[in-house]
C-alpha cells in the first residue's frame, strides 16, 4: 500500500541551526501539507502546497519557515534558525483531491520527524 | 472558518463497553469531516471519513461516527471497547474545496482491563 515517508524520523539540533525535514508523498498525491504537534499539544497546521506553491498557510508559518518541492517527489520543509520552541513532531500529509470532492479528500500522514532543538 | 471542538479531554471506559467521542464543529460550508487515530509514538491513521453522502459513517475497527447538521455534531461510537483501541483521537474537519484541515485538541482514550 502507498504510504507517506519522512525523514529523518529523529533530529536534534542546536538551536539558531538550519534544520530540513524531508518528505516523500504518495506518488499521485497533488496536494501536500506539513502539521506539527507540541508535545501533549494539538496537531496544529503549518501550510499547504499546491501546483509548486503555497496554497494556504497559518500565522506560525513565519518568514523562519519556507517549503520546496525541489524535484517530482520530495517536499521539504525547512526552518531557517531554530528556536526551542520549534521542538515538536513534524508531520506531512498528501492528499489526491481537496475535501468534498470526488476522490475523498482525506489526508495520509507519514509516521513524523521528531525535532528537538536544544 | 473552520473550527472543531472536542469536548472530552480523556475518557476512560472498561473493556467490553461502549465508546463515544464527541466533536463538535463549525464550518462556513459543506464541510468533508474525518477521525484520526494516533496510538503512541506512532503517525495518524485515518478511521472513518464523511463527505456528504450517508451520514452514518462506518470506519474500521468498529468504529462509526454520524454526522447531525442539527447538532453540529460529528460523535465517534463503537459498541465494544478493546484494549488496542487505547490511543488519542482526533476529529478533523475541512470545508469543501477548502486546502486548510483543521485538528481538534484531541481525545485520549483509556481502556481498562
Known amino acids: 500500500e502507498p504510504e507517506v515517508t519522512q525523514t529523518p524520523s529523529h533530529q536534534v539540533t542546536q538551536m539558531g541551526q538550519e534544520v530540513i525535514l524531508r518528505c516523500v508523498p504518495i506518488s499521485n498525491h497533488l496536494y501536500f501539507y506539513w502539521y506539527r504537534q507540541i508535545l501533549g499539544q494539538k496537531v496544529e497546521f503549518l501550510v499547504s502546497f499546491y501546483n509548486n506553491e503555497i496554497s494556504e498557510k497559518s500565522e506560525i508559518f513565519d518568514d523562519q519557515f519556507s517549503v520546496e518541492r525541489p524535484d517530482g517527489s520530495n517536499f521539504t520543509l525547512k526552518i531557517r534558525s531554530t528556536k526551542l520552541e520549534d521542538s515538536a513532531m513534524y508531520f506531512c500529509?498528501?492528499?489526491?483531491?481537496?475535501?468534498?470532492?470526488?476522490?475523498?479528500?482525506?489526508?495520509?500522514f507519514g509516521e513524523g520527524s521528531r525535532l528537538t532543538v536544544l | 472558518a473552520q473550527s472543531v471542538t472536542q469536548l472530552d479531554s480523556h475518557v476512560s471506559v472498561s473493556e467490553g463497553t461502549p465508546v463515544l467521542l464527541r466533536c463538535n464543529y463549525s464550518s462556513s460550508y459543506s464541510p468533508s469531516l474525518f477521525w484520526y487515530v494516533q496510538h503512541p509514538n506512532k503517525g495518524l491513521q485515518l478511521l472513518l471519513k464523511?463527505?456528504?453522502?450517508?451520514?452514518l459513517v462506518k470506519g474500521i475497527n468498529g468504529f462509526e461516527a454520524e454526522f447531525k447538521k442539527s447538532e453540529t455534531s460529528f460523535h465517534l461510537t463503537k459498541p465494544s471497547a478493546h484494549m488496542s483501541d487505547a490511543a488519542e483521537y482526533f476529529c478533523?474537519?475541512?470545508?469543501?474545496?477548502?486546502?486548510?484541515?483543521?485538528f481538534g485538541a484531541g481525545t485520549r482514550l483509556f481502556v481498562k482491563a
Open positions: 500529509a498528501s492528499r489526491v483531491g481537496l475535501a468534498g470532492g470526488p476522490l475523498g479528500g482525506e489526508l495520509f
Open positions: 478533523v474537519v475541512s470545508d469543501a474545496g477548502g486546502f486548510k484541515t483543521i
Open positions: 464523511y463527505t456528504s453522502a450517508a451520514t
